[in-house]
Nanobody
């Protein structure tokens, strides 16, 4: 079992940057694949980025590719999402999630553990 707590959200102007962090509890953190998802008002939750257990294989939604970077530190049980060149359409609640399998990481149904979310608002 792993518990996830996100932090780092806030209000930023378009073109700015934010760094989200997700702290995890549990002794088996390094065995989980991790992902970030987001949900804007009135929209479905959508995939943002994922990273495999070893931190080598990463995958991004086309909408954030080249602007966002996912990383993990297994020694500190954390996963981060560095968000640069933010746009108003990036405004959403951002969630981190953990999965015990390493395929279909773009699918929210793959993940069994979720954080409570952190709000990111990008003003124009």
């Amino acid at each position: 079992q792993v518990q996830l707590v996100e932090s780092g959200g806030g209000l930023v102007q378009a073109g700015g940057s934010l760094r989200l962090s997700c702290a995890a509890s549990g002794r088996t953190f390094s065995s989980y694949a991790l992902g970030w998802f987001r949900q804007a008002p009135g929209k479905e939750r959508e995939f943002v980025a994922s990273i495999n257990w070893d931190g080598i294989n990463t995958y991004y939604a086309d909408s954030v590719k080249g602007r966002f970077t996912i990383s993990r530190d297994n020694a500190k049980n954390t996963v981060a999402l560095q968000m640069n060149s933010l746009k108003p359409e990036d405004t959403a609640i951002y969630y981190c999630a953990a999965a015990t399998i390493y395929s279909s990481l773009g699918d929210a149904n793959t993940y069994h553990h979720w954080g409570q979310g952190t709000q990111v608002t990008v003003s124009s």
